[in-house]
């Protein structure tokens, strides 16, 4: 049971390349997200998805692009790079709210720090 | 006015010291809470899940007042483990979205 998995760890752009972030979990969660956090500002809601076809936007969407064709995988498509992009960035999942079934936190990805040159 | 704001930090106590940080937020629609922790450049991982006016786990006791829209963690006899960035999580009416603090840092010195 890997969990969250993302890759890569660590990438360098340079400004107007576009790449994927991977993002892959084993373990059947409904909900999965892309938070993007920088120095004092905490986390920041980039996408979510309540399960697989369905996405929507968070705080801060501009610049990224995603999809969820099945339950495991939600990559974050970044179009155009810009410097300011640079940050880290963490995947998170979790059960979804149907039933009586309790609403644990999210189980987050060992993240993918990015530097946009 | 930010939707959660935590104390900033950071907190430096000596080990066996007792420390509580606040946290409050915005939406009054919120039902449950959660306290992650995050050690420095590693992933936040779920410290504790509050749904009522309060939850205890050993050393850790949250507590929730929403009358006044506020959540604290205290932490009882600090250990040097418990060094770290402590995120203060709302659901703002749904769980499909977390809004999190800018998080508070603590030291625990010997």
């Known amino acids: 049971n890997a969990g969250v998995t993302q890759t890569p760890k660590f990438q360098v752009l340079k400004t107007g390349q576009s790449m994927t972030l991977q993002c892959a979990q084993d373990?059947?969660?409904?909900?999965m997200s892309w938070y993007r956090q920088d120095p004092g500002m905490g986390l920041r809601l980039i996408h979510y998805?309540?399960?697989?076809?369905?996405?929507d936007q968070g705080e801060v969407p501009n610049g990224y692009n995603v999809s969820r064709s099945t339950t495991e995988d939600f990559p974050l498509r970044l179009l155009s790079a810009a410097p300011s992009q640079t940050s880290v960035y963490f995947c998170?999942?979790?059960?979804?709210?149907?039933?009586?079934?309790?609403?644990?936190?999210?189980?987050f990805g060992s993240g993918t720090r990015l530097t946009v040159v | 006015r930010k939707e959660v704001e935590q104390d900033p930090g950071p907190f430096n106590v000596p080990e066996g010291a007792t420390v509580a940080f606040n946290c409050t937020y915005s939406n009054s629609a919120s039902q449950s809470f959660f306290w992650y922790r995050q050690d420095c450049r590693k992933e936040p991982k779920l410290l504790m899940s509050?749904?009522?006016s309060g939850n205890e786990d050993g050393r850790f006791t949250a507590q929730l007042n929403r009358a006044s829209q506020y959540i604290s963690l205290l932490i009882r006899d600090s250990k040097l483990s418990d060094s770290a960035t402590y995120l203060c999580v709302v659901p703002p009416g749904g769980y499909n979205k977390l809004i999190f603090g800018a998080g508070t840092r603590l030291a625990v010195h010997p």
């Open positions: 373990m059947n969660h409904e909900y």
């Open positions: 998170a999942s979790k059960l979804g709210e149907s039933g009586r079934r309790r609403s644990y936190g999210y189980t």
């Open positions: 509050v749904y009522s």
């Open positions: 998805s309540v399960g697989a076809g369905i996405t």
